[in-house]
């Protein structure tokens, strides 16, 4: 982990504090859900995961505002951030495909799909490629069972699939964000 | 008037044979010690609120199906506990070959090879030799401390420094992250130790780790030793206030 | 027909701390001499592992090509294999290797990169034995009889293991004690 | 200031509103047909009806799920004084052709009609499922024109806690959520529990790969959730009550925390409830992906804002719970029964089921099946019926070889066993478990050590990592199964699988740990020569 300690920021006089130093204007919108959640510290996952909406990820400096305004020790606010499978810590891949491997799924060759599809793209489950096009992750269960094998791809839900038809699922959200990069 | 029994409200226990007299609160493991039975321990600690995550101290509880954690199980009038049978013996060995595979436990290279509770626990349990493959994870030792050392690789997970301080200490500069076999231990925000602004370098921390993962820096191997009696001391000095002075 | 037992000792990936341990029985070494045939060891001038042996005492991990083809060797031609050490047990200062996994990697470091070296990797077809990916503890390659943990075990629960072994009462390890590091 | 709402006056004119249209059409707004395209399908059909200027005549209602998830997207057009007409796999030219024929521009839709006297309808017996797939979710009135919110009036103003709960016991209600609990010893131990502030919490943390019962109930007939809680806290005497949903089921936790907000509009939750003195809320916590969430000390410490770590018992939640208050956990399912039986009474409800195990049970029926989807059985039926008769039976010309029942803590069941009756007892003697409720059909391609390493990943993944033989155990489990099937285990290897099982199962810290073996022992119970004939020297 990089060591963005830029000395967190300073706690606010009163937890109703105005912001984040940095004048960054998300940190506002944060600020309102907190104080929606009354500072309650047993609130936290909750606000992880407004934190996390707002920012797309958890950073460090979130991570430690959060920590400041709930007035919560930052090893714990890090105990739970990292406990949890849904949060993340880095930057997403602008394409996302989620392989559904539920036991439905698995009895009907889920393994394959995410096989092909991490081959294909050289990025194991649960990561990004290196030039941050695709993310590929799996799901424990997306509560589809009857269209088994199912595949998320940006968000579209894509039932009886082979490792085949998600390739092209894929390859075609990709090819068009290449096409669109290449005209721009 | 001739009541049979020891005290007011008291218990009547079996500890492997030996009736032992006992009073409503304490654990299946206070009375068991004062029987002379040794069950062994790692996450315990005198002093420290009970974790029950290393299962070591998993005893035969008549009339209960699965064995009990002798730390957190209250006696009961009448309770016939078996400490050492040859299914929990097995269950020890096993649980503490685990620990072994799941680490990198190099006795031989350890600050803390000869005073370690884990060391002397596999001799207890009389493993041998490991059953399972070894896991060899990949953990950094953190140095950046300047009075102590961080080496995960001898970590075992039983949270007695994250209990210690943030009960004892009330500083909670410690905690766990991530989870299952991919848990490990953070100071602050998941900084190098050295730099973590709430350690009060107090030290409680490495008194009461079992192992040789925090220690004393510059100790080599062998050196190191752990006070685990310390901060059940000041947990009874401070609930008795044992410093106000008595009448 | 009375024949004294085959005796054996063998060092694999260690550092050979355990035979010296062993050499610390001292006068009981002419006591054992008496009691067994030594055939094979870092201290005979066999080539090969002989047949029948009923002893052996294997120190050190099993760390490469070599060491393994030992180990089967010594396997199958005794009948009582003593996992001798923390390295033969555990995996123990030889293992430490694997927590870096790649051996390429490794050797570049060690023989290249490190301070003190010429720059090459060492090489002699036939000779250099190639290093196995992982060190493995001996009981993970072949079966073991006997474990005596220890880095190293000390003579005297070398002595009480091996005195056990010819009385032909084997591995009750309340005579010799467990005991790593 | 919630204006209480009359339940009576609204029901009757919910329903005189309906009676207005001559063709009311349905469609499935559930997960797996918007998933399969139920989105487009809904816009089609309110479309064509806008374009004929039929929304007098045709009401378009989006519902919760018709069932049969496998032929989806499902729409079902009930026409008044006719009978009604389920229609499969609708695309959305579908859509638009089904509302043109009953706006009377065309005699018959292009779209193939689902016949519902096939098994898979007519072996269903729905309680919990009573109106889920018909009705609006989003809409109070819609269940309350079922019906809804008459048990809390029953109860508030005829009976004292204790006769709620006696009615409850009456019943032979069992906890839904796997292990069979009796809720009403449950709700005894709650009420007695002394503490001014009492919890009542619902599990919606339905983690079960294959299994999606309660997320099926929550989205689809949300104020049922809610009367069950209602009727639990008012049995208990809580005050308090979360519905815990796991983050990956965002229209649930939706249509939830729209259905409190309505509830509390109408005086069904806050104060005074229903013009009584008795006060109740509630509100929805959200998971954030852990499994083990769904034991009940890691669920209440993840409410806590926690790491979701579970506690060791006692003290059991009940004496010492959220914030250290008497609290009691009860799975979605289990809770929504509550209001079936406060209604219609105890014995009507025992009257379905078997001995022990009373009422019904919902299951996701997935895998190797003709029909695949959400069903609920009476208790007791067998699996026979519900693979082959339900189900339809297995496609493809391949055979039966197991059924999977409790997901990664329970186990699997071969053909020789497929006349059990499902019950609780039955299943357990199987060395399977009820579960919550996953039921997944393998066929004969399948390998058992595959399944069996494929629960154990997920175990291993899943375990919180607190107590050693789960964290370490898990992995080593796992790592065996893989060497097996790998075929490059010993015999030796396999010995080392079953006892280390065992202590996974004796010493593990909760439910997931001590459970996690279970598949392991099943399949090596009933499948064993597939383990032989990948072990080195065989059977």
Redesign the interface.
């Known amino acids: ?1 990089s ?1 963005p ?1 830029t000395s967190p920021p300073a706690a606010p006089g009163s937890p109703n504090g105005a912001g984040h130093p940095s004048g960054d204007e998300r940190f506002a919108l944060l600020d309102k859900t907190i104080r929606r959640a009354r500072f ?7 606000l ?2 407004t934190a996390q909406d707002i920012f797309g990820h958890l950073s ?1 400096d979130v ?2 505002y959060l ?1 400041r305004q709930l007035r919560l ?8 951030a ?6 993340t810590f880095e930057a997403r891949g602008s394409h996302s495909c989620t392989v559904c ?4 799924c ?3 060759g889920a393994d394959d799909i995410v096989r092909t599809v991490s081959d294909t793209y050289a990025v194991p489950p649960g990561q990004t490629t290196d030039d941050g096009l695709l993310t590929l992750a799996t ?10 094998p ?1 595949v998320v791809v940006d968000g579209v ?1 894509h ?1 009886h699939q082979s490792s085949e038809s998600t390739l092209e699922a894929v390859r075609a959200v990709a090819e068009q964000a290449q096409a669109v990069e290449a005209e721009g | 008037m001739a009541n049979r029994r020891a005290r007011p409200n008291g218990l009547n226990v079996t500890i492997d044979g030996v009736e032992m007299s006992a009073v409503e609160g304490e654990s299946v493991l206070d009375v068991a010690r004062r029987a002379g039975a040794a069950i062994p321990t790692l996450c315990y600690l005198d002093g420290l609120s009970v974790h029950g995550g290393c299962r070591v101290c998993l005893v035969e509880v008549d009339g209960e199906h699965a064995p009990r954690l002798a730390c957190s199980t209250p006696v009961t009038d009448e309770m016939e506990v078996r400490t050492a049978t040859e299914a929990i013996t097995e269950h020890r060995r096993i649980v503490v070959e685990l620990l072994f595979a799941e680490g990198n436990h190099i006795c031989a290279v350890c600050v803390s090879n000869g005073s370690c509770e884990l060391q002397d626990l596999a001799s207890e349990v009389g493993m041998d030799h490991v059953r399972f493959p070894y896991q060899y994870p990949d953990r950094a030792a953190d140095a950046s401390h300047p009075k102590y050392v961080f080496d995960p690789q001898r970590c075992i997970l039983c949270t007695r420094c994250v209990r210690a301080c943030a009960e004892i200490e009330g500083a909670h500069v410690w905690d766990v992250a991530a989870r299952g076999a991919d848990s490990y231990l953070v100071t602050e925000l998941n900084l190098p130790w050295g730099e973590a602004p709430s350690c009060t370098w107090c030290g409680k921390c490495v008194t009461v780790c079992p192992t040789g993962a925090l220690a004393f820096k510059g100790r080599a191997i062998g050196e190191m030793e752990h006070d685990t009696d310390l901060v059940g001391f000041l947990a009874r000095a401070r609930t008795e206030g044992e410093w106000e002075g008595r009448s | 027909m009375s024949a004294k037992p085959r005796f054996a000792t063998v060092w694999l990936g260690g550092c050979s701390g355990c035979h010296m341990s062993f050499l610390d029985l001292d006068e009981w070494l002419l006591e054992l001499a008496g009691r067994v045939d030594l055939v094979f060891g870092p201290l005979t001038d066999a080539k090969a592992f002989p047949p029948d042996v009923d002893i052996t005492l294997v120190e050190g991990a099993v760390a490469n090509e070599d060491n393994l083809e030992l180990a089967h060797d010594l396997r199958a031609n005794t009948k009582t294999v003593v996992s001798f050490g923390d390295c033969a047990v555990t995996g123990n200062v030889t293992s430490l290797r694997n927590l870096d996994g790649d051996t390429d990697r490794l050797l570049q470091r060690v023989y290249v990169d490190g301070p003190d070296r010429n720059g090459v990797l060492p090489s002699a077809e036939g000779i250099v034995p190639p290093l196995l990916p992982k060190v493995l503890p001996l009981h993970q390659v072949v079966p073991v009889d006997v474990y005596l943990p220890g880095c190293p075990p000390s003579a005297e629960r070398i002595r009480a293991a091996v005195e056990q072994l010819l009385d032909g009462e084997p591995g009750d390890e309340r005579a010799y004690g467990i005991r790593f590091g | 200031m919630a204006k209480t709402i009359d339940l009576f006056q609204v029901a009757d004119e919910e329903l005189e509103a309906r009676s207005r249209f001559t063709c009311r059409i349905k469609t499935c707004a559930s997960t797996a047909c918007l998933s399969a395209g139920a989105g487009p399908v809904r816009t089609a059909l309110e479309q064509a009806v806008a374009a004929a200027h039929a929304g007098h005549d045709i009401e378009v209602v989006p519902t919760g799920c018709m069932g049969l998830c496998s032929k989806g997207p499902l729409v079902r057009a009930e026409p008044r004084g006719a009978s009604p007409t389920l229609f499969e796999q609708v695309t959305a030219e579908g859509g638009r052709a089904i509302a043109e024929t009953f706006t009377g521009q065309r005699s018959e839709p292009d779209v193939t009609v689902l016949d519902e006297s096939i098994p898979f309808f007519t072996q269903q017996r729905r309680v919990v499922l009573k109106s889920a797939g018909k009705i609006n979710p989003d809409r109070l009135e819609d269940y309350v024109a079922e019906g809804g919110y008459r048990a809390v009036l029953t109860a508030l103003t005829e009976m004292t806690p204790q006769e709620v709960i006696e009615v409850i016991r009456d019943s032979g209600l069992r906890g839904r959520g796997g292990a069979g609990y009796p809720t009403a010893t449950k709700l005894g131990l709650l009420a007695d529990a002394q503490g001014e502030t009492k919890y009542v919490v619902a599990n919606g943390d339905e983690g079960d790969p294959g299994a999606y019962m309660d997320r099926t109930i929550m989205e689809d007939d949300p104020h049922r959730v809610l009367e069950g809680i209602i009727l639990a806290a008012y049995a208990t005497g809580a005050s308090q009550a979360y519905i815990y949903v796991r983050a990956e089921y965002p229209s649930a936790i939706e249509r939830l925390e729209r259905a409190i907000r309505d509830a509390r509009r109408h005086g069904l939750l806050g104060r005074n409830i229903l013009d009584n003195s008795f006060r109740l809320d509630v509100a929805v916590r959200i998971g954030a992906g852990a499994f083990v969430c769904g034991e009940e000390t890691a669920l209440m410490a993840s409410i806590e804002g926690k790491r979701g770590t579970p506690s060791i018992r006692p003290p059991y939640p009940t004496e010492r719970g959220l914030w250290g208050a008497p609290t009691m956990i009860n799975n979605v399912e289990t809770l929504a029964n509550l209001p079936e039986i406060i209604a219609g009474g105890a014995d009507a409800f025992a009257s379905v089921g078997t001995g022990s195990s009373k009422g019904t049970k919902v299951f996701a029926l997935a895998g190797k099946l003709q029909h695949t989807g959400l069903i609920e059985v009476p208790m007791g039926i067998t699996l026979r019926t519900i693979v082959y008769d339900i189900g339809g039976g297995i496609p493809n010309g391949r055979s039966f070889k197991a059924a999977q029942t409790g997901g990664p803590s329970g186990g699997c069941i071969p053909a020789a066993h497929l006349d059990t009756p499902v019950d609780y007892e039955s299943l357990r003697a199987l060395g399977s478990m009820m579960g919550s409720g996953g039921l997944i059909v393998m066929d004969d391609t399948v390998s058992m050590p595959e399944v069996a390493k494929f629960f154990m990943e997920f175990c291993m993944d899943e375990s919180c990592g607190k107590c050693v033989p789960c964290r370490a155990g898990t992995v080593q489990l796992h790592e065996l199964l893989g060497k097996i099937c790998d075929g490059k285990a010993t015999r030796a290897d396999l010995q080392l699988l079953e006892s280390l099982s065992w202590t996974v199962r004796d010493t593990s810290l909760c439910g997931l740990g001590q459970t996690a073996p279970n598949p392991v022992f099943s399949t090596l119970h009933y499948f064993r020569n597939e383990y032989l004939d990948l072990v080195a020297g065989g059977r």
Request: net charge neutral; charged share 10%; aromatic share 10%.
């Open positions: 982990m060591a300690q309650a510290q047993d609130q936290l996952i909750e992880l995961h460090d991570l430690i920590a020790p930052p090893s714990r606010v890090y105990g739970v990292t406990f949890y499978q849904l949060f491997t539920g036991t439905a698995f009895v009907k799901a424990r269960c997306v509560g589809s069972c009857g269209l088994a199912v839900v039932s």
